[in-house]
């Protein structure tokens, strides 16, 4: 069973752009889940989509946004980027009849902002 | 609210030691549920164990092991033996049962030489 993917792997913006970073969950899978891994921060919690909709927000600007495509995959927009947007961006997946809050991993997008 | 705390931002062993990585979390929920996740190098976060709330039993899986205790509030991971391919940045992670906000720990970062 393929796991989560996301694409790209790396993206290099500069200030001012906007970047689009893309989630594909495992197969089955309803409910896509976004986390910001910037240095020295830890993870944080983003977004939170389940069929098609957004459930939860974590304490970011409105610049963050996405969506969810009727296939379950997800997108992340960050508009306006900023140097502090440069992190590791991991996107991870449930099932909602599946071991309750079991979330899957994909390897992540390192987004830079130079 | 929720949270997590690691206290051990970086841990350094020798190969064979046991090694206990350290969680203790905060929650006004009566059900939620605890995981660890494993952060090696390539970034991928990789599941390695859910406790729910009501399930206090200890855990064991091959050379790891997981101490839950509530009334401390602590979740601790042992390694047992460790070896090199442990080296690693290992999550704890909180989320309650009405909410699939997953909050993190800050981390801890294994080195395990040989």
């Known amino acids: 069973e393929a796991g989560v993917t996301q694409s790209p792997t790396h993206l290099i913006k500069t200030r001012g752009q906007q970047a689009t970073l893309r989630c594909s969950p495992i197969s089955g899978h309803t409910s896509v889940y976004w986390y910001q891994q910037a240095l020295g921060l830890g993870l944080q919690f983003l977004l939170w989509y389940d069929e098609g909709e957004e459930r939860n927000r974590g304490n970011f600007p409105p610049r963050f946004s996405g969506r969810q495509f009727p296939n379950y995959s997800s997108e992340l927009n960050v508009n306006a980027l900023e140097l502090e947007d440069s992190a590791l961006y991991l996107c991870?997946?449930?099932?909602?009849?599946?071991?309750?809050?079991?979330?899957?991993f994909g390897p992540g997008t390192r987004l830079t902002v130079l | 609210a929720q949270k997590v705390t690691q206290a051990q931002t970086e841990i350094s062993v020798v190969e064979k030691e046991d090694v206990t990585l350290d969680c203790v979390y905060e929650t006004r929920d009566t059900t939620y549920y605890l995981f660890w996740y494993k952060q090696p190098p390539s970034g991928e976060l990789v599941f390695l164990i859910r406790r729910n709330s009501f399930d206090e039993q200890n855990e064991i899986s091959g050379r790891y092991s997981w101490n839950f205790q509530k009334s401390t509030s602590s979740f601790n991971f042992t390694i047992t033996a460790s070896q090199v391919v442990d080296s690693a940045v290992y999550f704890c992670?909180?989320?309650?049962?009405?909410?699939?906000?997953?909050?993190f720990g800050a981390g801890t970062r294994l080195t395990v030489k040989p």
């Open positions: 991870a997946s449930t099932h909602r009849d599946s071991m309750r809050n079991e979330q899957f």
């Open positions: 992670a909180l989320t309650s049962y009405n909410n699939n906000d997953m909050r």
